[in-house]
């Protein structure tokens, strides 16, 4: 049996990182109806067909953007299983207040939009993923996990919406995890 190579040269992480960051950058500026992907290709330095060979559309290419955001604030998991709850909500709470405010506004008010999909895609289900991940660390695999992890998220966000600013880490500790595992906290 013969090995398969891939043709051509190896990609170059630095290309990939540029055209990410790029991506970013215009659909702060632009939208996601603003963005082009040739504006992309041009502003990063690489040629269009490059890029489209790593990325098929606009969509991959934005969802890729947005979950290469998202990892630089992932939450390593430590001894500490509910100390690792706790900074993954605060993470949460951190990116409503930067990119995530307006990703958010996409999400509630056109949420059937390629943009609200790529959102739940790359920023939403991967959040939901690592939360409940890290709950059932904390609880077990308890029949109501998925709710438990989902409330502790909406609490943040409701408490967004209802002060302008999202709750501070000795308020997610003292009233939202304590709904989350189902006991009063410590």
Known sequence: M??????G?????????????????????????????ADVARNAGVGL????RRWPNKYALVVDALRAAAAARAVEPTDDPVADLLTGLVNLAEGLGHRGAPLLAVLLTDPGSELAAAVREAKVEPVRAATRERLRRVI?????????????????????????????????REEILPVMIGRPAD
């Open 9 to 37: 040269r190896p990609r170059d992480p630095a290309v990939d990182q540029a055209v990410l960051r790029e991506t970013l950058a215009l659909l702060d500026t632009r939208g996601y109806d603003g963005l082009r992907v």
């Open 2 to 7: 013969t090995e398969h190579k891939p043709r």
């Open 49 to 52: 067909g490059s890029l489209y």
């Open 140 to 172: 077990g695999p308890v029949p109501d996990l998925q709710a438990r992890a989902d409330a502790g998220q909406a609490l943040v966000l409701l408490h967004l919406m209802l002060h302008g600013v999202p709750p501070d880490e000795t308020r997610m």
